[in-house]
Structures are given as structure tokens and as C-alpha cells.
């Protein structure tokens, strides 16, 4: 047993048909690596429709009907062979790619580890001829009647290998990963119809439409049609098209942050991180948006060779790419504000100027989203308000304080409205002002706070320690794998160090990220928290000094108030 086992262990070639099915392995590992191919191909033959049939969730059958170029018998005869393509010639064509597939190994793989039927035509007026593959090996190739187009069905996939088909999903499993990809295919291209069944009944149908038509159709389940909105962008050697939903529509996960490079799906942290920090300060921090990224790119600039399934790629414009998404999405989400009408009356004299500057560029109305606050005024937070008087809040020129309830809101009217105002949130929303224009002084600590780092969380500090620096965090390394924070700016003393080294040690995106997330960190520990009592003077400057701010959320994205206007007040309690 024991000169068989040694002999096992010397070094042999693998017999062909071995060898043929690690490949396939490698590119078809689940039905819905099929799909994701088969589509593929349908779509780079040119099809307008394209038609997927599954059953068993893959398992025994996945058919694909186009209306693409279609193949001739000398295409058929090469096709399922391994290396066999019409989208490159040479290695340098890898470089300039404009197609989906590429490679030459999905079909290949395919007719390894299934029946393989193909049907295919190059014009209406003709026969089209049949292919039928076992196994990898050619059983027939004949003339037959078929339309322009192709027709690919993949039977018993995995018939010949058991050990894959053992680790497949549920059939509803292995169909959910089917669809999934089905949609990924779909919303890049709107042009093109697409329908999906299972099992011999229809559950998808998207007819040919417009980008923001097709996003709408694929997430209609899930969100409502009229909280997305269609922006574009345009830069050197790429455009960016996008399909966003409104700050007030999130998720716990980023599940619907979806990611398209020329027209493929990745998974690129950087463009999701993009589009999140194009989001903050208008979602809540532990939310997600929901947002579809079409980007197209000069091929050149772009490579996908890196990855059997094509899910991940190397862009050479990235921090170009990065800054398009955020300016798009910023100068999206800044269309969101409450209705409140301009001030008539009068005010005390007294008052500081700029209060008299917001009075005369009176407020925005925007009834898309009246749950929501951006007022206009100078957001200087040293205005002295301290002259106001009880008339100038009774006259009706700012929001009068009525009470505190729980311990967590502050109550105020104003003209015919109730504003309901999160007591921290405005609080940290002022802070977080003063500390965006307030100069931070790296104060020495007594006693240096050491941690151990990876090395790619070394790099990532590494790149940033000046501008840690700039913000008063002074960083020293203290050995292998380790760093030491010497110094603070005195409003991170009241932070827990473990959650300052938590941070650096998720160090991500550019400065302007950094510095909102570091300001944002220090204004919510110094706010005051839920349960603070707060007397009636203190509430009236908070909210007379909040009605000045030029964004009323706080650093999270929640908003600062809710709005209950008389109206909806006399409907609730039925007295109208």
C-alpha cells in the first residue's frame, strides 16, 4: 500500500478528458455560470431578444433562444472546442476587449459536463444546421430547419461529474442564482428584450425600454417607481450613467448597490464607496443606498482578464472614475428640503445681521420629499442670538419651543406647523459645523495608545499619516506590524481610543471622506444623548440656531425634524 501511494505521488500527465473537466471547473461551477455564459454569447451575437428557459434550477435544463447573428456549420464544428473564439485573435486583443466573452472556454466547458444541443442559422431564407455534443465529444452535426439565431440547450449538467453535481444547491436555490444573474444580464442592456421562465411558466418579462424603465421594472418588487431618477456624467475617456433612488429609500446592506463596467456587473469597492459617500449626510450612517452605476469606459483603460468569471477588472482612471460618481450623487441628493413659507411679519431689530440675511432669502420649497429639511442662511454658528425675545418667537418669525417629551425631542410651532426635533441630532449637527471650521491642535498624550496593524492596513495609514497629521491625530510606528497615536485634538478626548484605532484601522476613500467621517465621530460623542433634560432657554437657541443651518441633518443622514402640519393634525383627530 505503501509503494502505491509513493508511486501515486510522481508526476504524470493528466489524461486529456481529466484535464478537459478541471477546466470546465473552473468557468462552470453552478447552472447559473451557464446562464451567465450562454447570455453572453446571445448577446454578443447582436440578439434584440433573447429568451431563457430553465428547469430544476439549471440542473436539467437550460435552454437560451436569440435572434443574434447566428453560427454557420464551420462555426458549429469548432465551437465546443477548447480555446475556440471569434472575439480575439492575439494576447495584446485582451487589452482593447468590447465583447462579453472572450476567453474561448465557457462553450468548451459547457459540452464537457453536459448534453449539448445547438441549433443555429445565419439567415431566414436558409437551413441552419444542429450540433449535439455528450460529454465533449462530437455526436452529430447536421442540416436543419431553424430560424436566424441561435438556440443553445445544456441538458444533465454535470452528468459525468458527480462530485460538482453533490455540492449544487436546492433546485429553488440553484433557480434564485439563475435569476439573479438573468437580471444582471438584463439591466445593462435596456435595448434588448429579455424573458425568463422556469419550468415552463413565464416569470419575467422586460420588453425593449429606456435606462431608467429597465432599473424600474427589475426592482419593482422591491421599491416603488417613483423614487429613482436618471443622471448622467460625462468625462475624459468614460460617462457614467446612473440610476439613483432618493436618500429617504435605503437598505441595512448593500445589496442594491449594483456596479456596471461596459456593460458587465463587478464587484468594485471603490465605485461602491463612491456612491455611499456620495450619499452621506443624507441617509443614515449605518444605511445603504439603493443605486444602479452604468459605466462605460475606453476598452484600453479597462482590463477584465484578471478573473474565469469576469467579476472583477483593473481600471486605470479609477480616482477619475470615483469623483464623477460622488459630484453626480452629491449634486443629486441636494435637491431634497421641507416646505415652510417665507416669514411676513417682523423681527426684533436687534438681532444679529446674518438672521436678517435669512429672512431676506426667505426658505426653499421642494414637495418632493416634505419629510426632509435644507434651509438657506450663511450656517455661521456664532450668530448672537441671545437678544431675541418672547416676541419675536410669538410673532411667528422663528419656531417657538413648546416642550421637551421623552427626554429625546424637542417640540416647537411654527406658523401652522409642529416641528418634532430630535434633540441629539440637532446637537450633533451643530457641533459637527463648528468642527468642520475649527482648526484642530495635536495635543501630546500621557500615554501613547499602541496597536498592532496587517500590512495592508500599514499601507493605507501610511498614505494618510499627513493628513492625520492635519486633523491634530499624530501617528508614530512603533515596530513591525505596529503603530502608536502620540497625540489628539482635544475634542477626541472624549472618545473611547478603541474606537479612534478601530477607525484608522479602516482607513478608507479620500480626505474629504476621512475628514467628515472624523468629524462626525467627535460630534456625536460630545452631543448631548437621549434622556438629557434641556430647559426651555437652551431648547429655544438650539432650534433658533438650527433654522440656520444650510443642511438640517445630522453628520448620519437622519433628519434633525419631522414636520406635522395643522392640516394633517385636524384629519387625525377627525376633525375634518
Known sequence: MDNMNKSSRRIHILRDDVARKIAAGEVIDRPFSVVRELLDNSLDAGASELSLFIEDGGISRIRVVDNGHGMSREDLEHCFLPHATSKILNAEDIYNITTLGFRGEALSAIATCSLLEIISAQDIAQYGHRLIVQGGKLVSLEEHKSRKGTIVDVKSLFFNMPGRKNFLKSKAGES??????FLDKALPFPDVSFRFSVNGNMKLFFPSETTLKRVTSVFSDM??????????????????????????????????????????RVFEYACIQAIEYGYSGFMPGKDHPVACVFIDINPKLVDFNIHPAKREC?????????????????????????????????????????LEDFYKKGFTVNEQSPAYSTFPGSGNLDVHLNDLTEKDTAAGTLPRVVGQVFGLFIIASYRDSLYIIDQHAAHERLLYEELKNQESVAQDLLFPVVFDVTQEEEELLQKQLSFLLQKGIKLEKAGEGCFEITALPSHFHDIDTKEIVSFLKNL?????????????????????????????????????????????????????????TKEQLLKLMGRK
Open 314 to 354: 483593473k481600471i486605470k482612471i479609477l480616482p477619475r472614475i470615483h469623483q464623477g460618481i460622488v459630484s453626480t450623487i452629491k449634486s443629486f441628493v441636494q435637491g431634497f428640503s421641507i416646505t415652510i413659507e417665507k416669514p411676513q411679519t417682523s423681527y426684533n431689530q436687534h438681532t444679529d445681521q446674518t
Open 508 to 564: 478608507e476613500g479620500h480626505t474629504g471622506g476621512l475628514e467628515h467621517h472624523l468629524n462626525s465621530l467627535a460630534a456625536c460623542r460630545k452631543a448631548i444623548k437621549d434622556g438629557d433634560p434641556v430647559d426651555h432657554l437652551t431648547a429655544q437657541k438650539l432650534v433658533n440656531k438650527i433654522f440656520l443651518l444650510e443642511n438640517a441633518r445630522c453628520p448620519h443622514g437622519r433628519p434633525i425634524w419631522h414636520v406635522i
Open 223 to 264: 421599491f416603488p417607481a417613483g423614487v429613482f431618477e436618471y443622471l448622467e456624467e460625462t468625462g475624459e475617456d468614460f460617462s457614467i450613467k446612473m440610476v439613483a433612488a432618493r436618500p429617504e429609500v435605503h437598505r441595512n446592506d448593500r445589496k442594491y448597490i449594483l456596479i456596471f463596467i461596459n456593460r458587465r
Open 176 to 181: 434564485s442564482l439563475c435569476r439573479t444573474t
